[in-house]
């Protein structure tokens, strides 16, 4: 098919418009510039061929980034699922290791809830966790709902994408935040759910003589596996130091049904732990992952962006309404919504700015646009003229926006002519179309 | 196959070798630029994500589960690492001429309004357009890094080309020719 003039057109338009050439990647100087990702990258190798152990740092891992001990309890039951997996798995070959790997494979999902016993009083449930985890195609965690705790402590966070929502039900207090850093770590996390990877593992265990595994088939609703810990504790892998783990797998799904693992006190083999394993590839409720404030709680919206969203006005209103909000909100003393408005800047700055540098109180809006296309500053940029009175720290009144400033008695505010102004410069945030910020001008 | 050359790439970095690792670096900078300059409209800051994206692949590389599938996966953390910098304030306000033109002192009008019109794509579809006319990236440099077949990639480079069109025509361009 021959290519229309029109599509000719775009292309060359295309290249001519978008085209860059990159730079050649310089590796050796890349390496220089990442010696500590270098470092963890050989140390992870490290800690890979002592097996499971990282399996349990996952917890510390989550605490450090400030996530809060309810996504370490979600990574630490990930990480169980696996284990627990494994056991069924590589415990007893003639129990068809490979279907069992084949259906820990294909896991989409999870549904997961722990109860934490106090060993000496096993009757006494001093926590519980319940946990709803979906996976994506290539089995990294797409997102999950926890909830945790007693009582005062209960909570419920969600997590999807880089976006962390926190519940605590008896306070009322609401966060939600971006959390990048969260993301690849419970990714991480989540990793160890690769049962091929983990049964390795669970497999060089059994192969070193460290845990010995009897299996009991008598049971119709499940079998049993029993499995000891054959070294001292000290030689074990993080998350194999119990003495003890009793596991259920389901006879037709090869996949787990419950673990239960048992420490030592007062020299008997008390129930700890208890792994319930509520559902795998269970298609959740969307709402599930929904986590939204109830009535009266106290929120803490950490995602609020800087920049005004745009709504309904045009470019060129929203222009002059950015410039307007950045006004009023100086005269309000509101410099965290002003810092917003001015490209993000910290609301400390701008108040230092005004009261201890040059020592002025913005006191009333006169003018502001209309706006006028200002291409130097992108695209969508304008330049909206201004007009405000302010206060000097001598208490002299000075309209800013005509050349050079004026003094209000000589000046007629019914005739200031926009063109002859200064301008504030706007235009939308990068990578947020329908929000602008004020750039610069003022 | 790129794809699994780039499984032998990630296995031998697994196992130790960094330069292995250096060499799908090398391979994939420019495609994983692109798609961060789809995102910051910067060339300097699209490398710098690039760069950055190429840190926590290197950390994270022990999680990917399918080694045959690291451009989409890197791909992904580099469309985050990008939306971060956007995100990230101080970087934000380091970077005020985000948005400038290229040229700014002799801007192209029909160059500009095509950028804009770029800009106005949806995210998936600018990030295509990007990646195949930003440093004229072959269509199997876009397969490995999509994780998409030739055909995928043809059928949305189409639509979002009428897209882009559509968008010039409101403008009224191209200019009409006799």
Redesign the interface.
Known sequence: MKRS???T??DD???????????T?D?DR??L??EG??R???E??QD?RTALPRGLNIRSIVMRIGVSRIAAVAALIAIVVVLGGVLATKSNTAYGLEQTTLANQGLRSVHVKTIEYNPAATDTVENQQELWAEFDE???LARMRIEEGLADSARVLVWEK?TVKLLRKATAEYRVQ?A?GA??EM??AV?LL?PRSAAETMQDLVAKGKLGIAVDESRKDAVQLTVERLGSPEEMPAGWSAPRNVVLVDPQTRLLKQRDEYVENNGELRLHMQFQYLGYNETFDPAMFVLAPPDGAKVDDRTV??GMPQGNLTDAEAAVEVVRQYIQAKIAADYATAGRLY???PAEELRDRDQNVLKIRYVRLILVGPATPS???????YAVPFAFELETSDGKRVITGPPGDADPAQVDESKLDPKSLRDVRV???????DRWVI??GI | MLCETDAVLVESALGGDIESFGELCRRYYAPITAIAYSILADKHLAEDAAQEAFARALTSLGSLRRAARFGPWLASIGRNVAMDMVKDRTRYRDSAELWELPDRDSPDAIHLAVRCAVAGLPAAARELVVLRYYDNMSYDRITAVLGLSRASINGRLRRAKRMLARALAREGLPEARS
């Open positions: 003039d029109d599509d057109w775009l338009m295309l290249a001519g418009s978008v085209q860059q050439s990159t730079s990647f590796f890349w390496k510039d990442h990702e270098i963890q990258f050989e992870q190798k890979s290539s089995g990294g880089d971006h990048p993301a690849n990714q991480r990793a690769d962006g800087v490209n993000g800047k291409p130097h500053d992108g695209p969508r940029g235009r939308p945030v990068p990578g947020q179309p750039v610069g």
